[in-house]
């Protein structure tokens, strides 16, 4: 029950998630990448060419 009523979900299916080599793969990519975006947003560039 939410703020919005009463939900109905109809489950059709459940399918069973498997993590092999290739997935682990691509859900630690992702992961890096995404870290890897916030820390380059962080950087701040201090040029002194004195």
Known sequence: M????????LVEEIVKSELDDKLRSEI???????????????????NNLD
């Open 28 to 46: 630690m990519s992702d992961l890096f990448t995404g870290w890897l975006k916030g820390e380059i947003g962080e950087v701040e560039v201090v």
């Open 2 to 9: 939410s703020s919005k009523g009463v939900h109905l979900i």
